[in-house]
């Protein structure tokens, strides 16, 4: 049996652009917890669907009742928390920004290339006005065969050609 393996050299390529400006979230300490039931599927809320802050993130979390060891009720208590947050604005450094971009950037290649070799990392970066473009390119070897059964023409039964 004779078997191969087939490598290449391919790129992986992302672009990403962002203001030199921008609008960050920033938690206050200020919180509000709500309860409610879940009865089959039905949801009972002991509060008012609206918050009392202009901007918030939500966090729901459920709790099944049980009782003895592994007898769970049909019951769900349910914790809502809204977290307040204010949006202020920062303002970034031409390399604090690019280091920024650049490090969503890998993160989001580094899945693609775990476990690839890696000949070569480049990136460049342009400035337009108050925005900041980021190119990043990965050249990886890579395994590119696919393993597939050789069938030699003295196993097949006979040839068909069609005109």
Known sequence: MLSGEVEAKVWYYLEKEESLIQEEKVKTEKSEKKYGIILNKKTINFYKRLSKFEKYDTMETKNKIKILNNFYLPIEIKKVTNNEYKLVKKEYSKEELENKILKKLEEQLTPQITGK????????TEQNGEKIKVKLLYEVIEK???EEKLVSWKEKKYWKREV
């Open 117 to 124: 070799e890696i000949v070569n990392k480049s990136f460049t």
């Open 144 to 146: 590119i065969g696919t």
